[in-house]
Structures are given as C-alpha cells and as structure tokens.
C-alpha cells in the first residue's frame, strides 16, 4: 500500500454535507472506508481509515482487562461511521460527526495525508493543533524517543 501523504486545501464540504476526495487518494482509501471523528492534542478532526486499517486498530485494542477493551471500543467506536465515495468521489458527513469534528456544511477543509490515514480538518482548529506542536524536535529525534534511545 502506497502511503498517504502532504497537505491539500481548497476542498470545501458542500450544503449537503459532501465533501471530495482527493483524487490522488481515492484509490488508497479504497470505495467504502470508516470514518471516526478524534481528538488529538484537545483539537478535533475527522479521520478516515481504509477498512483494512480500521479493523486492525480494533483488534489491536483488544487487550487488557474486559473494561479496558470496553473503554477502548467505545472510545474508537462512539464517533465513527461506515462510509462509501459515490461516483463523483464524495462521500456524505453526518451532523454528529461533523460536529464531532468542528466542520459544517460549505466550509473550506484542509486534508492531511497521515500514512495510513487521512484527517480532515476545519483551518481554524488545524492551526490551533499545529501551533501546540513543539517543531523544535526533528524526525530524528522523535524517532529515537519512539525506540527508547532517548540519551
């Protein structure tokens, strides 16, 4: 699977809630896809998972005690939902979600490619989740706390 990747603007949720995927990253995604509305630093977007992807993050969370997979299914869960790209390459976001994530209709979003995985993002919010980014650290450097040779 070829990666997910960059920042593209210009795409706008339609007055119906519609909104087109990029078409370098239809295909990755694939038709029908999840599409979870997260939290990340305390700012909110919309993600959107290939299938294969979603269920792999679920069995992933199944470990731990009953509660703990419970939590953990909930909290992937509550703020998700199944998705198909019609023929144009739109897909429909509900209210809940779109709420969820801080969209409304006719709205500029901003996409970012995350590997696996594509946020979608209200400008407003993105830059509040940017600016609490510590841009100091380089790739590196977050790569060797990620092996645990932090020195």
């Known amino acids: 699977m070829r990666l997910l990747v960059g920042t593209l603007e210009g795409y706008k949720l339609d007055s119906k809630g519609r909104l087109l995927i990029p078409t370098k990253w239809r295909e990755r995604l694939g038709r029908e896809f999840y599409m979870a509305a997260v939290t990340v630093r305390g700012c909110k977007c919309l993600t959107l ?3 294969d992807h979603f269920e792999s993050i679920y069995e992933s969370i199944q470990h731990g005690t009953e509660n703990q997979k419970y939590d953990a299914v909930t909290s992937l869960f509550d703020d998700a939902e199944e ?19 801080n969209l409304s209709n006719d709205t500029t979003v901003v996409f970012k490619g995350k590997g696996k995985i594509i946020e ?9 989740f940017y600016n609490s980014y510590d841009h100091s650290q380089g790739v ?4 060797d706390k990620l092996k645990g040779n932090e020195n």
């Open 49 to 51: 998972y290939p299938e």
């Open 83 to 101: 998705a198909v790209l019609d023929s144009q390459g739109r897909f429909t976001v509900n209210q809940r979600l779109k709420e969820a994530a």
């Open 120 to 128: 979608i993002w209200n400008p407003d919010e993105y830059e509040r």
């Open 140 to 143: 590196y450097d977050l790569m």
